[in-house]
């Protein structure tokens, strides 16, 4: 095992995001849950990596009971594996679920995309451009992933579907450790932007059918990159 997914919280402590620690005071659990989660997300806290409950407690300088209970909830979650004696780790990569996850969202992202071209204006059409461009231009893989989110949920706000929306974000978050493997390199991301202006343009122009086919298919091929890329590399730490 590298030395990247042995760290220990105790060797790496988790950056605690002050808005997080203004915003939820009232559930202590959940700020750590929260905490770790963000950390996970961004590769701070490596697949493999050991949660150990005394560090993080007294990390964030509580008792056991809280971060029992934050753990407990990023086990359900699926971002944290629980093993008898051995404790919590970070859990690891999986291709089968990078390529469930994109499977999923090209589901409700063509639902989401199809309620909500006949409802876009003239400002949510410059909007997403906007957001669209701006991911364009960013080279910081962990900032392009922000903005591929911000771009693709311009895209489904004028549906007005709550609930819809509520899963499509909860599956972009699930996916952005995954999807941090694919931008970091330099050809998948310029065929992603590619997508992207293919995307808005159909959306522009009102068309429903090619926007449910251009989304789908861009995030199944993502689906399936991810879960070539997974699949060989857990091959490789085989041999």
Known sequence: MSDATTHSLLARPVAL????ALAERGSTSRMIANALRAAIV???????????????????????IPVREALRQLESEGWVKAEINKGATVAPLSAQEARE???????????????????????????????????????DPALYVARNQAFHLSLYVPAARPQLFEMIDMLHVRGE?????KFGLPSY????DREHAALLKAVRQGDVDTAQSLVTQHLLDTGELLYRFLSESSNREQC
Do not use: M, W
């Open 177 to 181: 450790r995954y999807l941090r493997l």
């Open 189 to 192: 991301k310029r065929a992603s």
């Open 42 to 64: 961004d590769g701070s806290l490596a697949p493999g990596t050991p949660l150990r409950q005394d560090t993080i407690a007294r990390h964030f300088s509580v008792s056991a």
């Open 17 to 20: 995001p002050a808005s997080l």
């Open 101 to 139: 996850i994109y499977e999923i969202r090209a589901a409700l992202e063509s639902l989401a995309i199809g309620l909500a071209i006949p409802a876009h204006t003239p400002a949510s059409l410059r909007n997403a451009a906007a957001l669209c461009k701006a991911a364009s231009a960013e080279k």
